[in-house]
């Protein structure tokens, strides 16, 4: 092969001078597009983060939320079943106190009436043939046939006690 001429290269310069500009101008088309894409996917790089930023808020907010009613239920129980061992502790007294002061009547000197109005009922109840004897723990119990009746003293206090329920939790709802 040989070579052009001097006078060619000077001919040429116009085609090097285009192919220069050509390429330039692909070669900033090709930047352009590049810092397109590239300030497209930092874009949805940042929505991404921002969704998931504002997934995680949600997130802990849920857990937070359902943290502190999970504690707040807890401390409502917990302080119910205090509630509820004081009630019992204040019932149990008062069980204690009645069963106390029925035991203190059998050495009242009004204790023989009693017995004796007891005795009457029992037979008033059962018929006149009732066997009535004297419970040990204060009281009578009668008996006729099959059919028994207990009026002994800690009986009639503990039949009392529990027709005055809906009284004694009165007592609880009023503090």
């Given at each position: 092969?040989?070579?052009?001429?001097?006078?060619?290269?000077?001919?040429?310069?116009?085609?090097?001078?285009?192919?220069?500009?050509a390429a330039?101008?692909?070669?900033t088309q090709i930047r352009?597009t590049?810092?397109?894409?590239a300030d497209?996917?930092?874009?949805a790089?940042?929505?991404?983060?921002e969704q998931?930023?504002?997934?995680a808020?949600?997130?802990?907010?849920?857990?937070?939320?359902?943290s502190?009613?999970?504690?707040?239920?807890?401390?409502r129980?917990?302080?119910?079943?205090?509630?509820l061992a004081?009630q019992?502790?204040a019932?149990?007294a008062?069980?204690d106190?009645?069963?106390a002061a029925?035991?203190?009547?059998?050495?009242?000197?009004r204790y023989p009436?009693?017995?004796?109005?007891?005795?009457e009922?029992?037979?008033?109840?059962?018929?006149?043939?009732a066997?009535?004897?004297?419970?040990?723990?204060?009281?009578?119990?009668a008996?006729?046939?099959?059919r028994?009746l207990d009026?002994s003293l800690p009986?009639?206090?503990a039949?009392?006690?529990?027709?005055?329920g809906?009284?004694?939790?009165?007592?609880?709802?009023s503090?």
């Amino acid at each position: 092969m040989s070579a052009l001429p001097r006078t060619s290269n000077t001919a040429l310069d116009p085609v090097r001078e285009a192919l220069h500009a050509a390429a330039q101008r692909e070669a900033t088309q090709i930047r352009d597009t590049a810092r397109a894409a590239a300030d497209a996917t930092r874009a949805a790089a940042r929505h991404e983060a921002e969704q998931i930023r504002a997934a995680a808020v949600a997130e802990g907010t849920a857990v937070a939320k359902g943290s502190a009613a999970l504690r707040s239920a807890r401390t409502r129980r917990e302080a119910h079943e205090i509630v509820l061992a004081r009630q019992e502790d204040a019932h149990a007294a008062l069980v204690d106190a009645v069963g106390a002061a029925v035991s203190a009547l059998r050495s009242d000197p009004r204790y023989p009436r009693l017995s004796a109005h007891l005795a009457e009922l029992g037979r008033e109840v059962l018929g006149p043939d009732a066997v009535v004897t004297p419970s040990p723990a204060g009281g009578v119990v009668a008996e006729h046939g099959a059919r028994r009746l207990d009026l002994s003293l800690p009986s009639l206090a503990a039949a009392t006690l529990a027709d005055m329920g809906p009284e004694v939790s009165a007592l609880w709802a009023s503090r």
